[in-house]
């Protein structure tokens, strides 16, 4: 039995460690993961027959025969990603490098009724349907969602855009025929844009509300509370606007895709769309909107590199077309940043389309794939 066990946890190490990774040859698993030769040889071995590994080129000769390299199969198995928000439901299914296979939003405004449970089922069942994919290779689903979830406990601990607290995800559970993992909407995005050549960094959702994630060294960092990232709640201005948090001042209260919009309720990804456009086309009153955002930006972006030292990315629906203005910002933010020479650790997301349902199906693979073996 401890056997097996061990066997089936090198199996899973294998697995994670070329999910992250280019690939490699025989050699280079084992002296990663510190395993013998003829256990990293069979463990790979199995991995290849049951298609979970493939073969996919040789290394470079060094004058002997050359190393196969081995990868993992992306296709095969799948993750699900269910994005809600106020007004729409978005689901992406997604291979193990996180590739959209099929994607879809439909119209369906939260709330927190029964019946708003049971069609999210139904329309789930429609999306998966339009698939040619089997259900018993979905390895699980991930909801990302707009507020602080306490997964020990499977609660929503508060969620101000839903005006929600301390409610069981016992809803989701019953409505989702899939292994299921809820998790906070800036986090989903945050795990979308780890990569190969990035694994810490700061996450910055720039939203109908600001938002934020920390990754360090591939994981996530939620602090003592799950908290850790709440960049929306940094005061920028002492005494100034009142966030929706009751404080004053607060990033969030600045940085909100409203003050772009300057509206209250008609928030929408084609008025977000229409106000880019107008910028482009050097609209002045539109330019002005866009200076002071830029303004308020820098100087939260500066606030956080003095206490993390890390790289920052810029996500959501605003950061998501930062590209453009990524030299801009810097420029504001070099007069209050005097420890760096050149500021070259801000950027846009890489991930710029679906991202929260993106990450949240990946949360979702990497939360179930040991159901892969």
């Not at 013998?36 to 470079?60: Q, R, Y």
């Not at 809820?182 to 795990?191: F, L, R, T």
Request: some cysteine; overall charge negative; charged content about 25%.
């Amino acid at each position: 039995m401890k056997r097996k066990a061990a066997n089936q946890q090198n199996l899973m190490r294998i697995i994670r460690l070329l999910r992250h990774s280019m690939p490699m040859t025989r050699q280079e698993i084992a002296g990663e993961l510190g395993l013998s030769m003829p256990t990293a040889l069979g463990n790979i071995e199995k991995l290849l027959s049951e298609g979970i590994l493939v073969e996919v080129g040789e290394n470079a000769s060094t004058g002997g025969r050359k190393a196969k390299l081995f990868s993992l199969q992306t296709e095969g198995w799948y993750g699900l990603g269910i994005q809600i928000s106020r007004r729409h439901v978005r689901f992406a299914l997604t291979n193990l490098a996180g590739d959209v296979i099929q994607y879809e939003r439909i119209s369906h405004p939260f709330k927190d009724q029964p019946s708003w449970y049971r069609i999210l089922g139904a329309k789930l069942s429609d999306f998966i349907g339009k698939t040619d994919i089997e259900e018993s290779r979905i390895l699980g689903a991930g909801i990302s969602f707009p507020g602080i979830i306490d997964r020990e406990n499977d609660m929503i601990l508060h969620s101000h855009v839903f005006e929600m607290e301390n409610v069981s995800l016992d809803r989701f559970y019953k409505c989702i025929p899939y292994p299921l993992i809820v998790e906070n909407d800036a986090n989903c995005a945050c795990y979308a844009e780890r990569n190969n050549d990035r694994d810490s960094y700061l996450y910055i959702s720039l939203n109908e509300s600001v938002g934020g994630a920390l990754m360090i060294n591939r994981k996530l960092h939620g602090g003592n509370n799950w908290n850790a990232g709440e960049v929306g709640h940094v005061i920028l201005y002492p005494q100034g606007r009142v966030c929706y948090c009751r404080k004053k001042g607060c990033s969030d209260a600045y940085l909100n895709t409203g003050v772009l919009l300057r509206e209250d309720e008609n928030v929408s990804e084609e008025n977000l769309e229409a106000f880019f456009k107008k910028l482009e086309q050097g609209d002045p009153e539109t330019k002005e909107i866009w200076t002071t955002y830029l303004d308020d930006l820098a100087i939260l972006c500066t606030n956080m590199r003095m206490v993390l030292d890390m790289d920052i990315i810029l996500g959501g629906d605003v950061g998501a077309r930062m590209e453009p203005w990524i030299e801009e910002l810097a420029q504001r933010m070099e007069s209050m940043d005097l420890f760096s020479r050149d500021i070259d650790y801000i950027s846009s997301c890489r991930c710029k389309e679906h991202i929260f349902v993106i990450g949240a199906a990946i949360r979702a693979i990497e939360h179930f794939d040991d159901r892969m073996i």
